[in-house]
């Protein structure tokens, strides 16, 4: 379950859902594979500030959904989660590098998106439109940010 992190300056919530496609689209997860996946992702929650909040493989890619802190771009939390996972697969797994070819277990690309905690696109939006308004003619099923 993710929580809200806070810093001396900030407070946050970000929570990102990842999909990282293996390389050349290869049926490479297992359930050996996937208990180093799993383990790997357990140790980085310990050294870095990421969370990882929950994991789903489908054979040929992988879905992860991660809670990280705002100094660390979407981009260098997938970025460290890849390069981490792929040093201990092949470690522990070396039967999946005969199934790949040129040294790469994930793919360059990946998918990601914010997911929201506390509402939708639509609530926000009414949210931020409606600042500074009189509260009868905000929208009713307004979200609250602040608890």
Not at 6 to 16: A, D, E, F, Q
Request: glycine share 6%; with cysteine; hydrophobic share 35%.
């Amino acid at each position: 379950m993710s929580n809200y992190i806070h810093k001396s300056h900030n407070v946050s919530i970000l929570l990102y859902h990842y999909v990282c496609p293996a390389k050349y689209r290869r049926v490479i997860f297992d359930d050996s594979v996937d208990k180093v996946l799993i383990q790997t992702c357990k140790e980085i929650t310990k050294r870095y500030e990421i969370n990882v909040v929950e994991i789903g493989t489908d054979g040929d890619h992988v879905h992860f959904l991660i809670q990280s802190i705002p100094r660390l771009a979407p981009a260098e939390v997938v970025r460290i989660i890849k390069s981490i996972t792929a040093k201990e697969i092949y470690r522990l797994c070396p039967y999946v590098k005969e199934k790949l070819w040129g040294g790469n277990l994930w793919t360059a690309g990946y998918f990601v998106s914010t997911v929201g905690k506390h509402g939708n696109e639509e609530q926000i939006k009414n949210y931020v439109r409606n600042q500074g308004k009189e509260y009868t003619q905000m929208y009713r099923g307004q979200l609250q940010l602040f608890e």
